[in-house]
């Protein structure tokens, strides 16, 4: 899947810069932004969270997308939203998004996330798109079946992290 920048009302989607790595560091610290995010730490200084940038700039030729969620009012990075664990033989792909809590209860995650379904679904040639969601993180939960994900299961045990284990729900959405 290319890479394409992408708009809705109020967001621009866009790729990531070198100007990032201030936002990725404060925002994936961030206790909020974290606090469901079992499968790594935070970084804890700015050469941990420079690995995270770069991963979200090694895109082509990768088995992942990321965009930088801006709100166009004020110009702001507010979060990250794409795809990962892309399997072009099956037409499927993990989906996954974080957003700094001021901008939570406003919509904003909805629009970004009905934009990148649009375009994996018309523009990326996938089926089937999928999320792992810790079973404890309500709101996201409430976002993806408000969004027309069917609920498939539990995972038991999915994440060991910080010496407890976490069940996550697994969530998909197939093409019309």
């Given amino acids: 899947m290319k890479f394409q ?31 469901y995010l079992y499968d790594n730490e935070p ?20 088995n992942h997308i990321r965009w930088c969620i801006v709100f166009k009012q004020n110009r702001k990075s507010i979060g990250t939203i794409g795809f990962h664990r892309f399997d072009q033989i099956n037409h499927s792909a993990e989906i996954g998004y974080d957003l700094a809590e001021t901008y939570t209860r406003q919509g904003i995650m909805t629009e970004a996330l009905e934009c990148i379904l649009d375009f994996g679904f018309s523009e990326g040639n996938l089926h089937r798109i ?21 609920l498939e299961g539990v995972i038991r045990d999915q994440f060991f992290f910080r010496g407890k284990y976490y069940n996550h729900n697994l969530w998909s959405i197939l093409s019309a």
Avoid: M
Wanted: net charge negative; with cysteine; proline share 1%.
């Fill in 5 to 35: 920048q992408l708009e809705t009302a109020r967001l621009l989607l866009r790729k990531f810069d070198d100007n990032d790595l201030n936002f990725i560091y404060k925002h994936f610290q961030d206790e909020f932004v974290s606090k």
């Fill in 43 to 62: 970084p804890k200084n700015i050469e941990e969270a420079k690995a995270i940038l770069n991963w979200c700039f090694h895109q082509e030729n990768a």
């Fill in 130 to 150: 999928y999320a792992h969601v810790a079973v404890e993180n309500t709101a996201s939960n409430l976002l993806l079946k408000k969004n027309g994900f069917i």
